[in-house]
């Protein structure tokens, strides 16, 4: 079973095996390490490029892979609020949260369901539209150096941010597979997305 491991304890795990009898085989954005019999696959969350065979653990390439700092956009949404980023690799070098009060839905029947749905609709979409109004103005001026985007939050609500401006089309062209889903969008919530973003999958066969 695959879990997310932060990158230096991946490093920490790994290291000790380093130069010791086994085959790492490097392919397709993963490494696989055969040794001891256990096997371990490790897919950092910005690829691996290198591809090699070795008959002893070889770590470097994905080590490199792990190390690597990136400029990462991150939008966070749910219906109640946004949060708007970039990071140079862990640092936070623009943000912006907001927050909007939207009505749970409504669980009682007849006129007054008809006006709560609406109401709570109403407040929906102005939460949708200021967290589009935000994230553009926050992550427009960094598109060119942008590399990667992490979404998260609720997926409905990320899909309708997205689709409220056309200036965001590019945000899903950079996304990470990977979907945030973190509680409610807040600064401290922000501020420690990184530990998630560079967290590489990691399965091993002892898991």
């Known amino acids: 079973m695959a879990r997310f491991v932060g990158r230096e304890n991946v490093r ?3 290291a000790p095996l380093a130069g010791e009898p086994g085959r790492t085989i490097y392919a397709g954005g993963e490494a696989r390490i055969d040794t001891a019999g256990e096997l371990i696959v490790v897919r950092p969350p910005f690829g691996l490029a290198h ?11 994905l080590f490199e ?12 949404v749910r219906l109640g609020g946004y949060a708007v980023g970039v990071f140079d ?5 623009a943000s912006k949260v907001g927050s909007r009060f939207v009505k749970g839905r409504h669980k009682k029947g007849g006129s007054s369901s008809g006006r709560f749905s609406r109401r709570r609709d109403e407040q929906a979409r102005a939460l949708i ?4 109004e935000v994230a553009v103005r926050v992550l427009e001026p960094w598109r060119d150096r942008v590399e990667f ?24 062209e950079h996304a990470l597979p990977r979907f945030f889903t ?6 401290r919530v922000l501020e420690r997305l990184p530990y998630d973003v560079y967290s590489a999958e990691v399965a091993s066969d002892s898991d």
């Open 51 to 61: 591809e090699g065979e070795y008959d002893v653990v070889q770590l470097e390439p």
């Open 89 to 93: 690799g862990e640092r936070l070098v």
């Open 12 to 14: 920490k795990r790994l």
């Open 182 to 187: 973190v509680p409610e969008p807040r600064q």
């Open 149 to 172: 985007v992490a979404l998260g939050g609720d997926r409905g609500a990320i899909d309708r941010v997205l689709a409220a401006s056309a200036e965001l089309g590019w945000l899903a």
């Open 65 to 76: 892979a792990l190390a690597a700092d990136h400029v990462v956009a991150a939008l966070l």
């Open 129 to 132: 539209e200021e967290a589009a």
